[in-house]
Nanobody
Framework: QVQLVESGGGLVQPGGSLRLSCAASAITLDYYAIGWFRQAPGKEREGVSCISGTDGITYYTDSVKGRFTISRDTVKNTVYLQINNVKSEDTAVYYC?????????????????WGQGTQVTVSS
């Protein structure tokens, strides 16, 4: 079955950097859109970024533009989320997801498969 597994989360100081990974099984990520989401304590889950299948077109929510970078490694069948200059508001559980379609969907309701999440905590 389709399985997505996130990793790379942890404790990071404000202004620091880390890279999250989304590894897939049973599917080839190069063909499908992969989205990154996050859910902070007491807040709704929000979309952060997405990379489309094949063409690799990327999208970012306004709050992370210039700081987050999504990328794909086809050999490792993994999608990454590079997070730079982290801020306190970046503290959240980060999830990756796919809808098994090439283009990035407009709504998170269209995503059918989700990882278990990885915790990112920004603290000094």
């Amino acid at each position: 079955q389709v399985q997505l597994v996130e990793s790379g989360g942890g404790l990071v100081q404000p202004g620091g950097s880390l890279r999250l990974s989304c590894a897939a099984s049973a599917i080839t990520l190069d063909y499908y859109a992969i989205g990154w989401f996050r859910q902070a304590p007491g807040k709704e889950r929000e979309g952060v970024s997405c990379i489309s299948g094949t063409d690799g077109i990327t999208y970012y929510t306004d709050s992370v533009k210039g700081r987050f970078t999504i990328s794909r490694d086809t050999v490792k069948n993994t999608v990454y989320l590079q997070i730079n200059n982290v801020k306190s508001e970046d503290t959240a559980v980060y999830y990756c997801a796919t809808d098994l379609e090439r283009l990035c969907p407009d709504s998170e309701r269209d995503y059918d498969y989700w990882g278990q999440g990885t915790q990112v905590t920004v603290s000094s």
